[in-house]
């Protein structure tokens, strides 16, 4: 079968260039042709410069410019990675590769508070595709939110449903009377090994977060100096690391959570990849992505509260029984797999 996924793909974001991976890796290991369906949303490129030139006063940090012009052609070219249809504008243009299902996810796609949100995504428009969706997620929106009725009746033709978390279920089954299955997202079906290679620092503490934080500095600095480690930043350039890595590509951010020996994080992937690491982490509560992590460490059976500032020795000192973590892991694996499975079977069938 050719199947195709529609999602954000092309987003210069580590995550979203993480979970398309791993969709495609996985859909082509079942015996399948796989493609990711070339339709950006019309705020799409506006979203990857502002992604890419997070800093204000632009003008004046023309090095800060030429970096993030170079963070740009970066993601732009690991586009490679995937086979992608002809670009299309509509869901006419959609329904007309030819396709035999469509993949809805993963991702926020199902996000009506998303700058790059489109109708498309929940399947608006495409007729004569079948599709089912995986693990996509409504970020925020409440789930007593209406829905649009073009999505509900797109919704109620899908061969199957699947979300993310418990949020984005109930505002699918508030709006219809279907079960809803929770999957895993991609990232944690997949392995990586293909796209790890040596990291540069040795012994150190990763921040991987959206915000700098500032506030937490003392306590950061405090904890790699008493366990005599660096400090490496992905994605922000942070003056009191010892490197920040704000232009690294998609194999040394994989790499960089694999031989890192604490990760702080706010990100959703960036607790992903922790896990699938196997590391210590500190989460910083950010508020866009609660409802995402609050439903990973639910799945996964791990009770953690989020950072407050205190020493972060203190806070890691109960440590993540990560072979239970490993066994309840294994068992969604295989129940996301076999979802995806029957999901084409219905198809085919």
């Not at 990100?267 to 866009?288: A, C, M, P, T, Y």
Request: hydrophobic share 40%.
């Amino acid at each position: 079968m050719k199947i195709g996924i529609l999602t954000w793909y092309y987003a210069f974001n580590y995550g979203a260039r993480a979970h398309s991976y791993a969709l495609y890796k996985i859909i082509q290991e079942m015996g399948h042709e796989c493609v990711m369906i070339a339709y950006h949303p019309s705020y799409a490129i506006q979203s990857n410069i502002d992604v890419s030139f997070g800093f204000s006063n632009r003008k004046r940090h023309p090095i800060l410019v030429l970096r993030s012009l170079n963070r740009c052609r970066k993601f732009f070219n690991d586009e490679k990675r995937f086979c992608k249809t002809r670009t299309v504008k509509s869901a006419s243009e959609i329904d007309a590769l030819g396709l035999d299902a469509i993949i809805l996810g993963s991702d926020e796609v199902f996000n009506l508070q998303h700058p790059c949100f489109s109708k498309i995504y929940y399947g608006v428009g495409i007729i004569n595709t079948p599709c089912f969706s995986y693990a996509p997620s409504a970020g925020q929106v409440s789930a007593d939110t209406v829905l649009n009725p073009e999505i509900i009746n797109s919704l109620r033709h899908m061969k199957a449903i699947s979300v993310r978390d418990e949020n984005t279920k109930k505002l699918i089954e508030n709006n219809i009377a279907c079960k809803v299955k929770i999957v895993s997202d991609p990232t944690l079906l997949y392995d990586f090994s293909d796209i790890r290679k040596s990291f540069p620092v040795k012994n150190y503490l990763l921040i991987y977060a959206f915000d700098v934080y500032n506030d937490y500095r003392k306590q950061i600095e405090d904890y790699a100096k008493n366990n005599g480690m660096k400090i490496v930043s992905l994605l922000n350039r942070i003056s009191w690391a010892d490197y920040s890595m704000d232009m690294a590509d998609f194999e040394t951010w994989v790499s960089a959570f694999h031989n890192a020996k604490i990760v702080v994080t706010d990100s959703f992937h960036g607790l992903v990849f922790s896990i699938k690491s196997k590391k210590d982490f500190v989460i910083i509560k950010r508020g866009d992505k609660v409802n995402k992590i609050d439903g990973l460490l639910e799945q996964l059976g791990i009770v953690k509260p989020y950072y407050k500032g205190e020493s972060i020795e203190g806070y890691i000192r109960e440590k993540i029984d990560y072979k239970r973590v490993e066994e309840r892991l294994d068992r969604i694996k295989c129940d996301s797999i076999e979802y995806i499975k029957s999901s084409l079977a219905k198809v085919k069938g």
